[in-house]
C-alpha cells in the first residue's frame, strides 16, 4: 500500500457518496459545502483513509480509478464516456503491443485509456488538430499517470498526414467526419486490422457506413450503442434508478479485408 503523495490524484467521497476529485499540492486546501479539509491532512496517508473536514463531515480518500479521472478531470473537449470505451477495446480487439492511431485526442481520456490497454510494449499515437486541446491533454495524461507515458505519443496536425508512418493495427477515430479516413486506413491498415469511429448522430452514421461499403476494403461492419441504467438496491426496495446514461455516442467498427488474390 503506498501512501498519497504531493501531486497525486485523490478522490474524496463525502457521507452521501458524492466525490471530488483533486490533485494534492502541499499547502493547498479543498472547500466544498461541509467545509475545508487540508491537502497536507491527506498527504501522507493510506488509500481508503477517512478524513474529516473542520465541519466534522467524514471524506473517504481513494485513488481515482482511471474512469474516475475521465469523467471528473476538467477537460476542454468532451470525452467518451467509460461505457462506451469499454466497448471500443473490446469491439476494436485492442491488447498488449498493439500500435493504435487514436484521433481526435481532445481531453485525452480515450488516449489514458487505449495507452494503457496496448501497456509498455505497445504505441498510441494520438492525434489533435487543436493544439490547445493536446496541451490540456498532456497535463490531464500526466495529471493521472505522473507523466505521459512512454507508450503514448500526442501529436498536432491532421490524423490523415499520419496514418501511413504509424502502421496501424488499429485506428479508432473520435471526429465529426471520420468518412475521410476510410480508404487511407485501409491503405494502412493490414488484413484483419480494425476501423473504429465513435459519433454522436445517425447522418454521420450513415455517411461512414455508406463510405465504408463503398470502398469494399471492409467486411463485418456493426455499428451499436450502449445504454447503461444503475439499480437501487436498499433492504427490500430494488428497483431501476430514475435516471440512467442513455445515448452518448454510436460505435461503429469494421474489418480490413485484403483484395482477392
Known amino acids: 500500500m503506498t501512501a498519497f503523495g504531493p501531486g497525486d490524484p485523490c478522490l474524496l467521497y463525502d457521507e452521501r457518496g458524492r466525490t471530488y476529485l483533486i490533485e494534492l499540492q502541499p499547502g493547498r486546501e479543498f ?125 498536432v496536425g491532421e490524423v490523415e498526414d499520419v496514418v501511413d508512418e504509424v502502421n496501424p493495427d488499429r485506428i479508432v477515430l473520435d471526429l465529426p467526419e471520420p468518412w475521410h479516413l476510410v480508404r487511407p486506413a485501409a491503405a494502412a491498415l493490414p488484413g484483419g486490422g480494425v476501423f473504429c469511429c465513435y459519433l454522436p448522430t445517425v447522418p454521420q452514421v450513415q455517411q461512414v457506413r455508406e463510405e465504408l461499403e463503398a470502398s469494399g476494403a471492409y467486411l463485418d461492419v456493426e455499428t451499436f450503442e450502449i445504454l447503461l441504467r444503475d439499480w437501487v438496491v436498499a433492504g427490500r426496495s430494488v428497483r431501476p434508478s430514475h435516471r440512467m446514461i442513455g445515448h452518448t455516442g454510436f460505435i461503429t467498427v469494421a474489418r480490413r479485408r485484403l483484395p482477392p488474390a
Not at 86 to 101: E, K, Q, R
Not at 103 to 120: C, D, E, K, N, Q
Request: glycine letters at 12%; zero cysteines.
Open 31 to 155: 472547500h466544498y459545502h461541509r467545509g475545508v479539509l487540508a491537502h497536507d491532512a491527506v498527504i501522507g496517508v493510506d488509500e481508503g483513509t477517512t478524513l474529516w473536514s473542520s465541519k466534522g463531515a467524514p471524506l473517504v480518500a481513494l485513488r481515482p480509478r482511471l474512469a474516475d479521472y475521465v469523467l471528473k478531470m476538467r477537460r476542454g473537449a468532451t470525452v467518451s464516456y467509460p461505457k462506451d470505451v469499454g466497448a471500443i477495446l473490446l469491439w476494436a480487439d485492442v491488447g498488449p503491443g498493439m500500435t493504435v492511431l487514436e484521433a481526435g485526442t481532445g481531453s485525452g481520456g480515450l488516449a489514458m485509456i487505449l495507452a494503457r490497454a496496448v501497456g509498455p510494449e505497445g504505441r498510441v499515437v494520438s492525434v489533435e488538430r487543436r493544439a490547445d486541446h493536446s496541451a490540456l491533454a498532456e497535463r490531464r495524461i500526466a495529471g493521472f499517470f505522473g507523466e505521459v507515458p512512454p507508450q503514448l505519443e500526442l501529436r
